[in-house]
């Protein structure tokens, strides 16, 4: 399986950025650990962080990927644009959030909740685990023959 990972605007400064809330893991730190991650379950990993929305939609238009693992950051509670990218991407989505949203400001809401296939919010980075965990649970064969 090939997963796209892909980080939105503010992300390249995790390690740096409110670590009370963010934590001190590098997005880098970050980028190694779910490619190792992911390489033991046999899939591979294209990372791209970028602060610009239209980059993000670019990325997920060029869909040579298998699946999505995303924080997409503040974008998470504006973009229609990339709820709609996601939609077009026509590829299973899991979105990522360190921090617990919710228990935010009441402004933290996910735009693009509706549309991916799953959430992982508030379990510091290693939620990027588990989202590769749920991405790859939905490419397992389910068997056939058995009573359910």
């Not at 869909?63 to 509670?77: C, E, I, K, S, W």
């Not at 959030?97 to 549309?115: C, G, K, N, Q, T």
Request: glycine content about 8%.
């Amino acid at each position: 399986m090939r997963i796209l990972l892909l980080n939105g605007p503010n992300l390249g400064r995790l390690g740096h950025r409110e670590p009370e809330v963010y934590g001190t893991t590098t997005l880098a730190e970050v980028v190694e650990a779910v490619r190792a991650h992911a390489e033991v379950r046999g899939a591979q990993v294209d990372a791209l962080q970028s602060n610009h929305e239209g980059a993000l939609i670019d990325r997920l238009e060029q869909r040579d990927y298998d699946g999505v693992v995303m924080n997409p950051g503040a974008l998470a509670h504006t973009s229609y644009a990339l709820h709609d990218a996601i939609v077009s991407a026509e590829r299973p989505v899991i979105e990522v959030h360190i921090s617990d949203i919710r228990a935010r400001e009441a402004w933290r809401i996910s735009v693009l909740e509706p549309v991916v296939a799953g959430q992982v919010i508030g379990r510091g980075w290693q939620g990027y685990l588990e989202a590769v965990d749920l991405l790859l649970a939905r490419q397992q064969p389910t068997p056939t023959g058995e009573d359910a």
